[in-house]
């Protein structure tokens, strides 16, 4: 008998706002992905210049920072760029959605 039943509009609520909160956070993971995507971009050309300048003038740098040594200190900066600046980003959205959400239901 329950399976006849149609579904009572709580029921149906729930599932709308269900979608909304997951299309929400589709929104804001794939907005932190194309911030982080240009905050790594930026970190490794401005990590780049200096280490690959400095391994050809310094002798030190020259002596001691081979190609793997360049390209881990590059790509470590570019990764580390890219997961603070998606972290912040993703968090900065969720709360900014967080109070519409709050203040859409005090109404």
Known sequence: MAKNMAPS??????????EQKLATARRCSHEGVVAGAKAAVVATIATAIPTLASARMLPW????????AQALIIS???????FIVADKTILATARRNSFKQSSLSNL
């Not at 509009?9 to 729930?14: I, K, Y």
């Not at 740098?61 to 793997?68: D, E, I, M, Q």
């Not at 470590?76 to 890219?82: N, R």
């Open 9 to 18: 509009p709580l029921e149906r609520n729930t599932t709308i706002s269900l």
């Open 61 to 68: 740098a020259r002596a001691n920072l081979n190609h793997t």
């Open 76 to 82: 470590t900066v570019a990764g580390a760029a890219y």
